[in-house]
């Protein structure tokens, strides 16, 4: 079973609903998400989706396509964003789903992106 699937079964166990927040990877910069996911997860948040910044995000909202811009400006990719969560999996398993347009899976190669998908058991979902 997925850490998120673990983590509702929990919560439906103790009668409880899922606390699910959103974070644009890089804004302001990937240091700064690193810490926020870490501090999140003392914090008792239950899952957390990472949105990977796209150049064109029309299916977003303002504040969102906002963010992205910012990360995107800051010298975000997705390369940096899974090597950032690698070392946040080192010390957290808070479940983690990665909120993407395909355009970036794709630049970066399907195989080579569910590789590394399926070795760190991550989530993704996309526009």
Do not use: C, H
């Amino acid at each position: 079973m997925s850490r998120i699937g673990k983590k509702f079964t929990e919560l439906k166990a103790k009668g409880e609903k899922a606390l699910i927040l959103y974070v644009t990877a890089g804004d302001p910069d990937l240091e700064t998400t690193e810490k926020l996911i870490l501090a999140l997860d003392r914090a008792g948040v239950d899952i957390l989706e990472i949105g990977v910044p796209f150049s064109d995000p029309t299916a977003d909202g303002p504040v969102i396509q906002e963010a992205a811009q910012r990360a995107l400006r800051r010298g975000t990719t997705l390369t940096a964003i899974l090597k950032m969560i690698a070392r946040v999996r080192k010390v957290t398993a808070i479940p983690i789903v990665l909120f993407t347009y395909y355009n970036p899976i794709f630049a970066y190669g399907n195989d080579r992106f569910a590789g590394q998908a399926k070795r760190r058991a991550w989530t993704v979902s996309w526009w």
